[in-house]
């Protein structure tokens, strides 16, 4: 079994920053792909950025050339690094880890950007 724990979320006001964290414990042998998911009131839950265990990188478009995520794969952590922030950013973050048998998910943190 493996936990994801997140942290880093917060109140900010727009155009602040705010860096996400989330660790993965358990028995891992290889994480294929980590990333963040974010779910506002009343709405579905989406991608917001994606790494894979080389590197690779995949963004939603809304976070291009704001939002910059990046992996320790020695230390099976996943950051988030959000800038320029905006009210619609507003929800609550969920890490993910895809390893080769099953999907995990976080307990979800918290950003909320106020205008």
């Known amino acids: 079994h493996v936990q994801l724990v997140e942290s880093g979320g917060g109140l900010v006001l727009a155009g602040g920053s705010l860096r996400l964290s989330c660790a993965a414990s358990?028995?891992?042998?290889?994480?294929?792909?980590m990333g963040w998911y974010r779910q506002a009131p009343g709405k579905k839950r989406e991608l917001v950025a994606t790494v894979t265990n080389i590197g690779s990188t995949n963004y939603a478009d809304s976070v291009k050339d704001r939002f910059t995520i990046s992996r320790d794969n020695a230390k099976n952590t996943v950051y988030l690094q959000m800038n320029s922030l905006k009210p619609e950013d507003t929800a609550v973050y969920y890490c993910?880890?895809?390893?080769?048998?099953?999907?995990?998910w976080g307990q979800g943190t918290q950003v909320t950007v106020s205008s």
């Open positions: 358990g028995t891992i042998f290889i994480i294929n792909v």
């Open positions: 993910n880890a895809e390893l080769n048998v099953a999907r995990y």
